[in-house]
Nanobody
């Protein structure tokens, strides 16, 4: 059974940090292209960052320099370190795995508020 389980969301003040983690199971994680997406209320889901199976990362312009995606193929996890958080980073954050199939996690809420 394929599972992607996100964790680490919560409430944080502007300028703060959070680290999201996505634990994968049920598929050959090391082969998959992994991504983090987010969806704010009333907006479409958007790509935040992704990482190839070899570890090459790319980022949306809105998070470049503040967020870092990383993966551990031994632990089947992909993390998103989020620094210097802004109000506009508030969203539900989703983990996605892509290869021959596409899998999504259930999401974790990140709220940036003072």
């Amino acid at each position: 059974q394929v599972q992607l389980v996100e964790s680490g969301g919560g409430l944080v003040q502007p300028g703060g940090s959070l680290r999201l983690s996505c634990a994968a199971s049920g598929f050959t994680f090391r082969r998959y292209f992994m991504s983090w997406y987010r969806q704010a209320p009333g907006k479409e889901r958007e790509l935040v960052a992704d990482i190839t199976n070899g570890g090459t990362a790319s980022y949306a312009d809105s998070v470049k320099g503040r967020f870092t995606i990383s993966r551990d193929n031994a632990k089947n996890t992909v993390d998103l370190q989020m620094n210097s958080l802004k109000f506009e980073d508030t969203a539900v954050y989703y983990c996605k795995a892509t290869l021959l199939h596409t899998y999504w996690g259930q999401g974790t809420q990140v709220t940036v508020s003072s």
